[in-house]
């Protein structure tokens, strides 16, 4: 009896705790994770599913330093790039319209630091070395790329309106001709390609009067090559210039960025004169509006879209992680135990291609997520294949499972953030100088014409739309549809664009329109044709004087 209760006693609780065990860990599968907010979602995920797959198969020491929960708390960040005497660092002035510490401007390469303009409550500069031991600032992993490198990087901080919404960062001017062969003790290519990782908006900058570009700058670029979803291509100091040799410019730069980027997509190219001083040749100004406006748009979309990019990057980056996860344990697998290790560590380096196109075979994965064969031939060189990690399938299920699961539900958190925040933009500076008042984008133009005027802007040209409207056989002061559209089309613009300028123009929704309902169509039929949008809802100043009760 005793021997029948004794294994009885003794299973029991280990039983019941292993079973218990079991289910926790089922409901653990089962029950979605909860976050409060994107970025603590992404933070977790990161820890607690990505980051293991990483260390096993020592993903940092061939791609990206682990994140820090720095890295998903950050201000957006926008990354300047180009060669010396582009106006990059004029570039950041004219955004946030104050001098930050550290700021030198020349024709010479005069910024040779990296320098992190970011807000603070006081003015003043924060050497790299201090700067990459701050928990609180998203760059400790910098101290990977030495003295060297840190002696060359700094915070410039100040109070500015700008900066409390993004941070920018400005780069040593990239070298051409003799300069570029003198070494600058870092790798500057690599530098950026960290950066690049983790800013949310790539900024090259091109002078309208130096195109060429250097074999620094191309390395660079190709550095830059995983994110061209980032990338925006300003072409400055486009004022002293001509407008037809503007036009060879663009297009010689166009040409030469296609032969570095690879990408069948045209690049987004943004052309002005950014900074305050008077434009040399003003021909174009309305373009450098227009296409200023559009760039601001950009910048100003960043702290809203912050979320998604992060969201976006950690994809990425689980993608490649798989990626080395099979490439690294493949090379284990192929390994011999005992004789012949460094003969066949070096024919495996030289098969790597075969062995990256069996990969993509067998796990059925785009070439495009595979790292740069080269880059990854030189980096295994060094690595004691011994040491390496054989295939794990638990973590890249767990992997997996956050691609397809987890990730979609921080999709729809992500969405309600930016819904609970329509109005996060980027203000001050620079930005708030076109935002409002006559020297507003287009204000006084096409639809906007005769805003700040007494009379109504549509009654100067009224008696010769007054004439064309008594030929369509007016019936008590009005014209039917069929009569206005026989006039209309004329103007041979598309029905839709017709149709919106009917609503519009029929102020009050009689179906009919009298002589000056008919005036008003024919003046936003003009605006079209001259290239300008129709307004959504018709302006206050459009509402013909007689229905201005009405309204």
């Known amino acids: 009896m ?28 089962k029950e979605p994770e909860l976050f409060q907010t994107v970025a603590e979602g992404l933070r977790q995920l990161y820890a607690q599913k990505l980051l293991p797959l990483e260390e096993h198969y020592r993903f940092h020491e061939f791609h990206s330093p682990a994140l820090e929960d720095a890295d998903f708390d950050n201000k957006p960040m926008v990354l300047l790039v180009g060669q010396y005497s582009t106006g990059k660092t004029t570039f950041i002035r004219h955004l946030i319209e104050q001098d930050f510490p550290g700021m030198r401007i020349g024709p010479e390469p005069t910024t040779d630091s990296f320098i992190a303009v970011m807000h603070g409550p006081t003015e003043g500069v924060v050497p790299g070395n ?23 990087f700094m915070c410039a901080q100040l109070p500015n309106p700008v900066l409390d919404s993004i941070s920018i960062i400005d780069t040593p001017g990239i070298l051409s001709g003799e300069k570029q062969r003198i070494s600058r003790g870092y790798d500057f290519a690599a530098v950026l390609e960290w950066f690049a990782e983790r800013v949310d908006r790539i900024i090259l900058l091109f002078d309208a009067h130096k195109l060429d570009i250097s074999d620094e700058f191309s ?19 486009a004022d002293q210039i001509e407008t037809q040799q503007l036009m060879r410019v663009y297009g010689a730069l166009m040409w030469s960025l296609g032969k570095i980027i690879n990408t069948p997509e045209v690049v987004r190219v943004y052309i002005g004169s950014f900074w305050s001083h008077p434009l040399l040749i003003p021909d174009n100004r309305k373009l450098f509006e227009a296409e200023e406006q559009d760039l601001f748009k950009d910048i100003q979309s960043l702290p809203r879209n912050a979320a998604l990019r992060k969201l976006n990057d950690l994809i990425k980056r689980a993608r490649l992680a798989k990626v080395h ?6 090379l284990k697998k192929e390994m011999p135990n005992v004789f012949g290790k460094e003969s066949k560590k070096k024919e ?48 890249l299920d767990t992997v997996d499972d956050m691609l397809a699961n987890d ?11 930016e819904s609970l925040m329509p109005s996060q933009v980027v203000k001050g500076g620079a930005f708030d100088g076109t935002m409002n008042g006559p020297f507003g984008h287009g204000y006084g133009e096409g639809a906007g014409e005769g805003i700040d005027d007494i009379e109504w802007v549509v009654g100067k040209d009224k008696p010769t739309y007054d004439e064309i409207f008594y030929t369509l056989s007016p019936v008590n002061g009005k014209i039917t549809g069929a009569n206005a559209k026989r006039e209309m089309v004329k103007s041979k613009l598309p029905n839709t664009v017709l149709g919106k300028i009917w609503k519009l123009a029929d102020v009050d929704k009689d179906g009919l329109l009298d002589d000056e309902e008919f005036a008003l169509a024919n003046h936003l039929i003009r605006v079209k044709l001259e290239g300008h949008e129709l307004p959504s809802d018709l302006p206050p100043h459009l509402v013909p004087p007689s229905k201005r009760r009405l309204e």
Do not use: C
Not at 14 to 27: I, Q, T
Not at 227 to 237: P, S, T
Not at 376 to 391: P, V, Y
């Open 325 to 330: 996860a099979y490439i690294i344990s493949s």
């Open 2 to 29: 005793s021997l029948v209760e004794l294994p009885g006693t003794a299973v029991s609780p280990v039983s019941g705790s292993m079973f218990s065990w079991v289910s926790k860990d089922a409901r653990r599968k």
């Open 130 to 152: 201090a700067l990459v031991v701050d928990p609180r600032r998203p760059f400790r992993k910098l101290n990977a790329f030495g003295n060297a490198f840190l002696n060359r």
């Open 348 to 395: 495996l380096v030289n098969n790597l291609g075969e062995i990256y196109a069996k990969i993509e075979r067998e796990h059925q994965i785009s070439a495009g997520d595979f790292p740069s064969l080269r880059k990854m031939q030189e980096l295994l060189q060094t690595q004691d294949f011994s040491k390496f990690q054989a295939l794990k399938p638990k973590l």
């Open 219 to 237: 390395e660079v670029i190709k550095a830059l090559k995983n994110h061209e979803d980032k990338i925006r291509v300003v072409l400055n100091k």
């Open 407 to 417: 990730i979609a539900r921080l999709m729809v958190m992500v969405r309600q953030e």
